[in-house]
């Protein structure tokens, strides 16, 4: 789908909204968090993630001399601040980009050019918030069947060398059996993983997932809440010992309104960690934690 010019500036003027409204805290969409009660936030952005053997036959395995990183950085494709010292970070790092805005194609190709893992940032209806700040293509609850399955298989088509997806928004989606379920076969179709970014502790990605047979993979800690390179350096220490404790850590940060401060930030942790952390693509963890493999079953325009 091509966006005309007026168009993108128009969703552009609404990411900006968004992003003014969430540094005065009255909402906090901009950076992907629309957690359904405000009142479970703090454990829904340190959950356990669902690494274990007992959620599932998944033939999980965790390697002692490893200790691993996945960094995600969530709303590129919008030309957001922090995407370019982003894609200059020294790591494999993984870039979740938006489909159908003005720098989708730019942004993949530069992260697949640079050796990172790219992946679809599908926005998906939050249980509160405005539908527009979504941006086109949104995966919304009065979608029916078809509708979810042509709007997903559009957005993998729309981001160039995607090998996975994970949710923008989307608390309201993701507990919806009905949408996720279409949401994740087309994605295994595709050859694609789905990172739950667990914006609902009542997801039901996990489950859906270990019973169609693919990773449960989840986010364990958000870096940048909080637009200050204080609590960003706080909750990269908790990603760290996270790391350091269960051997590996999925965290998801953010371009725009903090991504100045988190890529900042970002540089200075892979500096001060390295030699303790070993920083990988999510399609890493993906392959050798839970040994999965693309087996697509449907032919994909990606490259």
Same mark, same amino acid.
């Given at each position: 789908?091509? +966006? ?29 968090? &629309? ?32 200790? /691993? ?9 919008? &030309? ?32 697949? +050019? ?10 998906? +209806?939050?249980?509160?918030? /405005? ?17 979810? /399955? ?25 507990? &919806? ?55 960003? /350096? ?10 350091? &404790? ?58």
């Amino acid at each position: 789908m091509k +966006e005309k010019k007026s168009y993108q500036y128009v969703i552009s003027a609404f990411f900006a909204l968004a992003l003014l409204l969430q540094s005065s805290g009255d909402i906090a969409i901009a950076t992907g968090l &629309d957690i359904a009660d405000p009142k479970t936030a703090t454990d829904i952005r340190t959950l356990p993630a669902r690494h274990t053997p007992e959620n599932g036959n998944m033939n999980v395995q965790s390697s002692a001399q490893h200790k /691993r990183m996945a960094i995600i950085i969530d709303d590129a494709g919008n &030309d957001m601040k922090g995407t370019s010292e982003i894609l200059a970070t020294p790591v494999k790092l993984t870039l979740a980009v938006m489909p159908f805005l003005q720098t989708t194609k730019k942004d993949a190709i530069a992260a697949h +050019e640079k050796g990172m893992d790219v992946i679809v940032h599908m926005p998906m +209806e939050p249980n509160k918030g /405005r539908p527009e700040w979504l941006g086109p293509g949104a995966i919304t609850a009065n979608l029916t069947d078809e509708e979810v /399955r042509e709007r997903v298989e559009k957005a993998i088509d729309e981001v160039p060398y995607a090998v996975g997806m994970n949710n923008h928004m989307g608390s309201k989606i993701t507990s &919806d059996k009905r949408i996720m379920s279409i949401v994740l076969d087309v994605c295994r179709e595709r050859g694609l993983f789905f990172v739950d970014s667990r914006t609902n502790f009542r997801s039901v990605v996990g489950e859906l997932a270990i019973a169609k047979n693919m990773p449960p993979v989840g986010n364990d800690i958000f870096l940048d809440d909080h637009n200050s390179k204080q609590q960003i /350096r706080k909750q990269m220490d908790l990603a760290a010992k996270r790391a350091l &404790d269960k051997d590996m850590c999925v965290v998801i940060g953010h371009v725009g309104h903090t991504g100045l401060n988190t890529s900042a930030v970002v540089h200075e942790s892979v500096s001060r960690l390295k030699g303790q952390i070993e920083f990988v693509g999510i399609s890493d963890l993906v392959r050798d934690v839970w040994h999965w493999q693309a087996e697509p079953k449907l032919p994909t325009d990606n490259k």
